[in-house]
């Protein structure tokens, strides 16, 4: 059940703040403040959060950076429900 969403980094931050999701899916690339940043300011706020990033980049750079940073696990797309669901078992995310 998607319970929030965010257009940008800022928005994705202030909807983690609202609605405390169990986990979070967010692109790397939005526009101002991006993905990986978000994703460090609510490992900030929340050092347990759980944290999948998705992006149509597969480079091992941005990966890794998003890993350095605290995500749980990367998704690259193009993706199915199949595989997001793969990820969420298998990272333990419900």
Known sequence: EVVGEGSNGREAVEQYLLV???FVTMDVTM???DGLE????????????KVLMVSA????AVIMDCIRAGAKG?????????DVLEQVKKLNFL
């Not at 978000?38 to 959060?49: G, H, M, Q, R, Y």
């Not at 990367?74 to 199949?82: H, L, R, Y």
């Open 20 to 22: 405390k999701p169990e």
């Open 31 to 33: 526009p101002g403040m």
């Open 38 to 49: 978000a994703l460090k300011v609510i490992k900030n706020i929340d050092k347990n959060c």
């Open 57 to 60: 980049m597969g480079q091992e």
């Open 74 to 82: 990367f998704i690259v797309k193009p993706f199915s429900v199949g």
